[in-house]
């Protein structure tokens, strides 16, 4: 039985209330924006995207079997590596900026 290719770096990240420096460093405030209201969705992701939560507290279940349950919310900065696929499951509604890294694609 082969392991789905790199299941263990799906791994999603989550640095709670990263300093104002930081934030700024990464130019969160240029970034779009985007929110949605509480619920369930379905999310794949193409490329690697990092995103600081503005507002809202949501619960990811990732699809594959190895992946642990990630809960984080408004003040989070928190990455998602491309080839995720995942369950939101959100109780307060979101509001974040984003930004998808065009440069994560490996060899």
């Given at each position: 039985m082969?392991?789905?290719?790199?299941?263990?770096?799906?791994?999603?990240?989550?640095?709670?209330?990263?300093?104002?420096?930081?934030?700024?460093q990464l130019g969160i405030k240029s970034w779009p924006?985007?929110?949605?209201?509480?619920?369930?969705?379905?999310?794949?992701?193409d490329a690697q995207e990092t995103c600081y939560l503005l507002r809202g507290k949501v619960k990811v279940y990732p699809k594959n079997p190895q992946g642990e349950v990630v809960e984080f919310g408004a003040g989070d900065l928190v990455v998602f590596p491309k080839g995720l696929?995942?369950?939101?499951?959100v109780?307060?509604?979101?509001?974040k900026h984003y930004?998808?890294?065009?440069?994560?694609?490996?060899?």
């Open positions: 082969a392991a789905s290719e790199s299941s263990n770096s799906l791994k999603i990240t989550v640095q709670s209330n990263p300093s104002e420096s930081q934030l700024s924006k985007w929110g949605c209201s509480p619920g369930k969705y379905q999310l794949k992701f696929s995942c369950t939101w499951d109780s307060i509604a979101v509001d930004k998808f890294d065009a440069s994560s694609s490996s060899s």
